[in-house]
């Protein structure tokens, strides 16, 4: 099996396209999320801090999604004011504050996915079944670094 060879103008093409996509994908997104009430950053600090077992810290939460603290601090301020987080303390260490998921918080969770799924319908919705399972491979190989299977 021969690997096919791509070229630049077919690389720039397959480039614009997925920036197209994602711009796309932004769009759908944020449109599913407005009667949630909530912004797709803030949905994904709320995702990142259900995935820990306990409340994480701040700065493991800023770490995960790679932005500065200062940015965490000020998603959590908005998540706070609308009670789907709260800040508590280390019970080790004063100085450290934790991110804790209200019942608000995972009320708002359950509706993110909810809403992530009704995104992805919307997104999805010209291609046949066929046509998604390939799309499933291909976004799987992109997204681990390996080979994309036959189609």
């Known amino acids: 099996m021969t690997t096919p060879v791509s070229t630049p103008d077919a690389d720039g093409l397959l480039a614009e396209q997925l920036l197209r996509l994602t ?3 932004h769009r759908i997104q944020k ?3 407005e009667p949630v009430g909530i912004t797709p950053a803030q949905s994904r600090l709320l995702r990142v801090v259900a995935h820990y077992d306990g409340p994480p810290r701040m700065a493991d939460v800023a770490d995960r999604l790679e932005v500065v603290p200062r940015a ?3 998603l ?3 998540l706070e004011a609308s009670g789907r987080v709260r800040r508590v303390q280390d019970p080790t260490n004063r100085r450290v504050v934790r991110v804790e998921l209200t019942e608000s918080g995972l009320a708002t969770l359950r509706q993110l ?5 009704a995104a992805a319908e919307d997104i999805l919705a010209p291609l046949t079944a066929d046509q998604r399972e390939a799309l499933g491979g291909l976004l799987s190989a992109l997204v681990d670094g390996g080979p994309a299977p036959a189609c």
């Open 23 to 25: 711009r796309r994908l």
């Open 113 to 117: 996915r909810s809403a992530r799924r």
């Open 72 to 74: 965490v601090t000020t």
């Open 76 to 78: 959590v301020d908005g």
């Open 31 to 33: 449109r599913h999320l």
